[in-house]
T-cell receptor, first 114, second 112 residues
Framework: DAGVIQSPRHEVTEMGQEVTLRCKPISGHNSLFWYRQTMMRGLELLIYFNNNVPIDDSGMPEDRFSAKMPNASFSTLKIQPSEPRDSAVYFC????????????FGQGTRLTVV | AQSVTQLGSHVSVSEGALVLLRCNYSSSVPPYLFWYVQYPNQGLQLLLKYTSAATLVKGINGFEAEFKKSETSFHLTKPSAHMSDAAEYFCAVTRTGNQFYFGTGTSLTVIP
């Protein structure tokens, strides 16, 4: 398996624009997580899905952020409108729902909002 | 509530010296603990995990960690540091297997 695949790897956008980050989890994994990493706040869990259903989105910072998982092999994280303080590395991770197995992380998307 | 505390945001060791990265957890029930490593511009990669079997857990690249319930600790060690060990290390805890709570990370520098 190719692992968790995120695209794009880098995104530079202007303030106010819509940004969509994409994630393809490992085949067979049925839990998916979106994290944000910044120097100031470290790794923050934004939202996670079990069997394509959002379970906990309490980490989503504002209504400008939204996430979807239309099927088991694809998820998006959208920011609309984007702001400079959204600049961070966004990670997607996936795991098997059952059992205390580890989460596998993608390479991340480095977002810069200017 | 669950959380982990990593003491020391930066640790420097000489090449060949012992590596010790500290992690203490707080959990109201038996936890499941993980150590991840992050190399520059990369995602997190699992080093090792404790899931209530043996208290001494061996991981990849010569790392190991010992679960000590009495000390609520899960420190990461490696007998001899290598230059390639320079990276950011994260401790994480989960009870349910769903929500992982990560520490703030420890940046390891290896001095030649």
């Amino acid at each position: 398996d190719a692992g968790v695949i995120q695209s794009p790897r880098h995104e530079v956008t202007e303030m106010g624009q819509e940004v969509t980050l994409r994630c393809k989890p490992i085949s067979g994994h049925n839990s998916l997580f979106w994290y944000r990493q910044t120097m100031m706040r470290g790794l923050e869990l934004l939202i996670y899905f079990n069997n394509n259903v959002p379970i906990d989105d309490s980490g989503m910072p504002e209504d400008r952020f939204s996430a979807k998982m239309p099927n088991a092999s694809f998820s998006t994280l959208k920011i609309q409108p984007s702001e400079p303080r959204d600049s961070a590395v966004y990670f997607c991770a996936s795991k098997f729902l059952l059992g205390h197995t580890e989460a596998f992380f993608g390479q991340g998307t480095r977002l810069t909002v200017v | 509530a669950q959380s982990v505390t990593q003491l020391g945001s930066h640790v420097s060791v000489s090449e060949g010296a012992l590596v010790l990265l500290r992690c203490n957890y707080s959990s109201s029930v038996p936890p499941y603990l993980f150590w991840y490593v992050q190399y520059p511009n990369q995602g997190l990669q699992l080093l090792l995990k404790y899931t209530s079997a043996a208290t001494l857990v061996k991981g990849i690249n010569g790392f190991e960690a010992e679960f000590k319930k009495s000390e609520t600790s899960f420190h990461l060690t490696k007998p001899s540091a290598h230059m390639s060990d320079a990276a950011e290390y994260f401790c994480a805890v989960t009870r349910t297997g769903n929500q992982f709570y990560f520490g703030t990370g420890t940046s390891l520098t290896v001095i030649p």
